[in-house]
Structures are given as structure tokens and as C-alpha cells.
């Protein structure tokens, strides 16, 4: 469009975006089953109003928010059994990423071990950095190879990226036994827990057997956690959670004009909403609650793979989190034929298919409405 | 604090993230006078709430909030003069500057020319993307030197950002000169006017004597200009325009389990309220609008100015947009003592003193209040 000379008034502008709106994919409908994006809690939504308008950027000016910003990074610290960490609010696992990466090479690493089922935001971060990747092999069961991780390590690789749940098969990469190996060479380990950090916590709540993913491995050094995912907070969020505290001193940089003279993280300006959010959420549910959270959405994942397993689809990986990869021949004619229908799932490209994520806003219904319209595009495509 | 056990009820948890929202400087009161952060318009924080949960990584599950992308970059694009350019919707200046730098680097240029008056997240995003620095001197108005540019020339130096509204002074680099000298040598530039970018082409509609910034310069090749600043919307909301529109293809990256097979920008999950947002206060303000706008803060800083000067403060920049370097001894003592007022500036390093921007949640009562206390703490520490 033109920039218009004239502005109009706040309805028609607000019913004109009600009807792009209309063409989004709906959380509430069961419409997204691909993006790892949901309805956000209404308590987030509520905190995140307060505090709107303040920085993050500027605890001088904003100094309420950074209180609570060092409240949630204390939390998750807690959490994921550190008891001496810092870190910051982002806007979301890509910036985590970027930001954990950036540290990694100010240490002094010039490589970085990546398993080839890194989210790709961890390859773009080393492009961006000119970071060398020294790509990791999977095992048989598409977790990182313990064996390339030695391999790596005789090579003289020694910073590592694990993902405790993979984007395409929601898998937890042996974190636990890799850490023991790597810090026998003094190496380091960045988790990124961007989708199952607000789920793998809470797995052994419900009794299931997982691998361990925490700071009381001492070779992890950082960890990053969405909460615009699994957190149940509106967009932008994600924590970066680091060891030691003194870790943050490297994304602290000069600005004269600042109050403060320095200025943190990758980008500047940043809602306090974001810390607010996530702040309300944790309060809010508790490992209580999102233990009842984790256990809804395991049980759809049970229920999802029953199912397709019933209509004869191939479900070749038993996730750890709940994220599904349906095997077809030709996954892009899937997408359409669904999105038509009004389904909008991803792809997995590890095994050739079409994948699910299923997040809090899905029911049994939506996915039963699933399972048929996938049937049906079998019937069609083949 | 520790990780919850039990979730606690949603008001007790309002109530005190209230209670820690009343330590933030607060827009509406005329405490915040150094941030750039300001009050929203009320149509630009319900249009975010429409698009709240749209991912405008995801244009094939989110069509909607695409196509609001598509017509905020557009209009943009128009606004600067520019009939053949793409761009995205980011999460602030830093994040843009960083975005346009990237693009400069995998063109094949290694050096930038920086001004020394330019935001710190041109340094940041330089040592970030390893680009050489070379720095350019201020001519004696603190503007960018012609001569420095040209002898950057000389030096092989192609690539160039200037400010259109320096954070410190608010001054505008003499981009058009510049980017005649610099299209003889096949240069480029990138102009960050994350501050001004609202500003400047409405200038004009005042009568006011302007340096022209648009891309009716042909060394122009990008420019960003903030939502969240004097956009009047929401944080996070940056805009960065390119020329040719096939500068977007630096920042899009394979992304194999995603509907598009590419994800755009560096980084992941954006929320489509930011576009939302923007198109909204587009459409609401209309050029007229937004002339009204810098029509009320410009008076304001003519104000200021000549009030400061009336109580023999010394403002010794005449600024282009409203930025006002007023020059003190200590200005960290001035910053504490006006903090404990209740009324937090930042500070301009150029020049040592004490930075007011005049955002539109500011009125000349507030002003007023503030040259009281300026007088006040005068007294106090000289």
C-alpha cells in the first residue's frame, strides 16, 4: 500500500485486520498442529500488559523489571539445578542461541560441535559468527552419536550444542553421558531446551524415565528455555541461563549514553513484558501445574501415536516430548492438501514426513479431526 | 526466587507484579525522559492483540499476518521514496542494524565507515559479525565529516551507515552529500534512523529545512526505522527497508522441516502483533497524523531549548529532531539526583551532559517540572 496522507478511524482499521486475521491459522480451532506457537495463558497476557511499556534494556529507568527478570532467571537457575547462574530474557531460542554461540567464541572456541539435528537457527548463529561447525553424526535412534562426540573431541573439538527435544523428532540428545565425556577434556555444552524446557522438568514428575538435562552436569555451561512455547507466554520469549554468573560480562557492552554506561544482550530495546509473562506463568502453575500441563500433552502424544499406528501410518521414532513424525512419501503434497483443509502441520526432513507438535491448545478432537483428514489425503495421494 | 512448588491464584500475582510495575519510570506521569520508549496508541495495542499469537516466520500458516508485513514495508517503502524494495518487520534498531550489516558482509565487503556519533549497536553488530571498524571523525557540528568520508574513500573503504537522528545529539549526517561522493565510488550506505525515521519525513510537511534522507539517493541501499520509538506502538517493532528487494535473500535460510522449506531474518519466531501494530498506526495517523505528532514534539523541544537557556543552562547543539544535549559538569550526579525526583534523562557523551528526548507522552508541564528540579539540583552539586 501507499503511505496514506490521510488516517482513517479505529474501527475500520481494527475490522480490516480482523479479516486478514481470518486467514491465520487458529490455535483455539486445532488449526496449527506444526508451529510450536499457542494460546498463551491469560495471566501471561495480563502481566505482560503491566509491564508493556517498560525496557528491559534499562534497569535505571525500569528498575521493577529487572527485579523481575532476575526473579525468573533465579527460578529457572533453580530449576534446572544451578545455584549459581545469570542470565537474560530474549526474544526467543533463535537470540539464545545466537547469544550462547557469541560467548562460546569471546571464550576463545573457533569450532563448535553440531549435531546434524541442531534447530537451524544454531547453523545460521555460526554463519553469522563465523564459528566453525564441525557437524556430529546421529546414532540409529537420531541422537546425537556418543561415538562422533569422541571422535569430535580427539579432534580437538570442545565446545559442544546438544538439544534436549529436537525440533523434527522430539528427541533428547544423551546430555547426561555426553556431559561426563566432555568435561574429561575441559570442554563445554550449550543446551538448547527451546521447546521441552518447560516439559523435560516435569517428565520424571510423571514417572517417566528421561534423560537427566541440568546444570548438575558440569559441563553444561548454558541452557535456553522458550516460553513462548511450552512457557504459555505470549511472544517474544525465551531465557538464557548461564554458568558462571560472570558469563553475562560478555554480552554487556559499552554504552556511554545509557545510564548505566553498559547495555545488555545481543539486541537493545526489550519488553519487560516478556519477564513479567514468564514470571506469572511459573507462580502460576507451579511444578504442580505444569506437571498437569506436561501430562495433558503426553497423553495426546500417547493417544496421537496409538491412533496413527491403528490407520496404518508409519511412526517410526518413539519421541521423548511430544512432537510426532509421520512417515509419508511425498510430505510437501501432504502440507497442501491438509493446509486446504485447514490444518497446517510441518515437515520432519531426518525421516521423510509430515510432523506434529503438540502443543497445550489441542484436544483429542482435533486430533481425531486430524487422523481422518490425513486419511483422506492418503486416499488422494497416496 | 526458587522454582514453585504449588501455583498461587492469578490476582495475588497481578497484585504483585504490580507493586513492582510502580519502581518503572512511568510514561504517563513525565518521569521518563531519557528512554525512547513512549505510550502506545490505544489502536496499536489492540491491533497486536489480534495478531498476538500469529508467527510471521511462518507465512504459510500465518498468511494474514504475511500479507500485514508485506503492506507495512510497502508503505514504508513509499514513505522513502523507494518504488522497488522489500524488507521485515524486526524486533528493535539493534536488530535491524545487525540485519542490514550482515547483508553488507555477505556482499562482499569487509570495513565499514562508522561515524563516531553512531549507536552503540553498529559497534555491537560489527564485532558480532567480525567487520572491520573504520571510524569517521564529526565535523566541528558533531554531523559526520565529508572529509573523513572521502578519505575513507581514498582508503578503499565501500560500505558506509549514517545516522538519521543521532541517539546523543539528535543530528542528522549530511546523508544526501554523502551519498552523491559515495555513488561515484560504487558505495553503499545503510541508514539507521531507529529514532527518527517518524520524524524526519514529516518535517518537511512543517517547513522545515531538512537534509533529504530517502532512497532517492541511489547509494542508499537500506534504512531502518523503529515501531517502537516514535511509531507509537508496541515494543518489540522495528522495520528495515532493502534495495534491490533481492537483499532479502541474504537473510533467508534453509530450514528444512518448515512448510517453505526457508525461514527469514536472523532470528526465529516473531510475532505478527509487531506488524499488526504498525500497519495499524499507519493507517490511523496517515501522513497528516503523524505531522500532527512532530508538529506537538517539535514545539516541545523549541520549548525546552529556550526555556534551558532563559535559566543559563547550556544547550550548545542545535538539534535536528527533538534530542536535547544539555551540558553539565557531572552528569551522573545530575542523573542521581533528578532518579531521586522521580524523573530519569540519560546522558549525551559527545558532549558531557545530561539527554532529554521528547517522546509524544511528554507535555510542557512536564517539561517544566523537569527545568524546576534541573535548577534544583543546580544548587545542590554545581
Known amino acids: 500500500m501507499k503511505f496514506p496522507k490521510r488516517g482513517v478511524n479505529e474501527l475500520s482499521i481494527l475490522s480490516e485486520l480482523r479479516s486478514k486475521y481470518c486467514l491465520d491459522a487458529k490455535h483455539d480451532l486445532g488449526e496449527v498442529l506444526g508451529s510450536m506457537t499457542t494460546k498463551p495463558l491469560d495471566v501471561a497476557i495480563r502481566a505482560f500488559e503491566i509491564f508493556w ?4 534494556n534499562d534497569p535505571y529507568t525500569f528498575p521493577g523489571s529487572s527485579i523481575i527478570e532476575r526473579e525468573v532467571i533465579e527460578a529457572l537457575a533453580d530449576l534446572y539445578e544451578c545455584n549459581d547462574c545469570s542470565g537474560l530474557i530474549t526474544t526467543g531460542g533463535s537470540e539464545s542461541n545466537l547469544t550462547a554461540l557469541y560467548i562460546i567464541r569471546e571464550l576463545g572456541f573457533s569450532t563448535v ?56 523428532l522430539g528427541l533428547i540428545d544423551p546430555i547426561d553421558k555426553l556431559g561426563r565425556v566432555i568435561n574429561e577434556y575441559s570442554g563445554l555444552i550449550h543446551v538448547d531446551a527451546a521447546y521441552a524446557g518447560f516439559v523435560i522438568p516435569f517428565l520424571k514428575e510423571l514417572g517417566l524415565k ?31 541461563i548461564l554458568r558462571p554468573p560472570e558469563l553475562i560480562k560478555y554480552v554487556e557492552f559499552p554504552a556511554r549514553y545509557m545510564p548505566l554506561n553498559i547495555q545488555r544482550g545481543l539486541l537493545g ?52 516430548v511430544p512432537i510426532v513424525c509421520i512417515e509419508v512419501k511425498d510430505p510437501d503434497k501432504y502440507l497442501k492438501e ?16 509430515v510432523r506434529v507438535v503438540i502443543m497445550p491448545h489441542l484436544s483429542r478432537y482435533d486430533l481425531d479431526r486430524f487422523i481422518e483428514a490425513l ?8
Chains 1, 2 share one sequence.
Open 338 to 353: 491438509l493446509a486446504k483443509r485447514r490444518l497446517f502441520v510441518y515437515k520432519c526432513s531426518l525421516i521423510k514426513g
Open 375 to 382: 486419511k483422506n489425503v492418503r486416499r488422494e495421494v497416496g
Open 113 to 168: 560441535g553440531v549435531p546434524k539435528s541442531a534447530h537451524f537457527s544454531v547453523f545460521k548463529a555460526c554463519k553469522l559468527l563465523k564459528l566453525n561447525i564441525y557437524e556430529l553424526d546421529l546414532d540409529k535412534d537420531f541422537r546425537v552419536s556418543i561415538g562422533s562426540v569422541k571422535e569430535a573431541l580427539d579432534k580437538g573439538v570442545r565446545a559442544f550444542i546438544f538439544t534436549a527435544g529436537t525440533t523434527e
Open 53 to 56: 511499556r517498560s525496557n528491559l
Open 210 to 240: 528421561v534423560p537427566k538435562v541440568s546444570f548438575s552436569n558440569p559441563a553444561v555451561r548454558s541452557l535456553c528455555v522458550d516460553g513462548h512455547k511450552m512457557g504459555l507466554t505470549p511472544i517474544p520469549n525465551s531465557a538464557l
Open 269 to 320: 530495546t526489550r519488553t519487560a513484558g516478556s519477564a513479567a509473562a514468564l514470571y506469572a506463568v511459573i507462580k502460576y502453575l507451579g511444578i504442580e501445574g505444569f506437571t498437569e500441563v506436561v501430562k495433558y500433552v503426553m497423553g495426546l502424544l500417547k493417544y496421537l501415536i496409538k491412533r496413527l499406528r491403528e490407520e496404518d501410518f508409519s511412526v517410526p521414532v518413539e519421541p521423548d
